[in-house]
């Protein structure tokens, strides 16, 4: 019966060490984050590809956010989760004229970064090459068009821009 006891202890105290520190950002990242996010609500921390990542919403505003800092607390990007109404109209105009007005848009994402310029993510559904398939399209603000990528498994779009 001690050992099942001393087991079970044993195994409780690994499972809180191992959550306690797997998610948590440094306190100097997370100070940086609530400067510059006064506002945010349901703030989750964590760790991805190296970087410290919050997802957050901002309190009164519709749709999710992804703040990415490196490992000295510099924000490096965020990711923003808006609607196709919300996208800058040069983006919307060169989405339609490629795809039509009835192509279905499944998300949209607005790409914030330091020193470069936004990125635009559309994700629809299209027919290629008969098939119906998810793209993902990244355009500059003034809608040109920087990336296109078809129906990729797990594909995260914004880690093609993370600093190398």
């Not at 923003?80 to 109404?85: I, L, Y």
């Not at 339609?96 to 629809?124: C, M, N």
């Not at 793209?135 to 797990?154: H, K, P």
């Amino acid at each position: 019966m001690r050992k099942m006891i001393f087991a079970a202890m044993a195994a409780m105290a690994t499972l809180l060490a191992v959550s306690c520190d797997d998610d948590r950002a440094p306190q100097s990242t997370r100070n940086a984050f609530e400067a510059q996010y006064p506002n945010a609500v349901d703030v989750d921390w964590d760790k991805k590809r190296g970087y410290s990542v919050a997802e957050f919403r901002i309190a009164g505003e519709w749709g999710e956010h992804e703040a990415w800092y490196d490992k000295n607390g510099n924000w490096v990007m965020t990711k923003v989760e808006m609607r196709f109404s919300d996208l800058p109209a040069a983006v919307q105009t060169a989405f339609h004229t490629e795809y039509g007005t009835e192509t279905p848009v499944a998300d949209v994402e607005r790409l914030e970064r330091k020193s470069a310029d936004t990125i635009y993510f559309i994700e629809a559904e299209v027919v290629y090459n008969g098939y119906l398939a998810e793209v993902w399209l990244d355009y500059a603000e003034d809608g040109t068009l920087l990336r296109t990528s078809v129906d990729v498994d797990d594909y995260e779009n914004i880690y093609y821009y993370l600093p190398l």
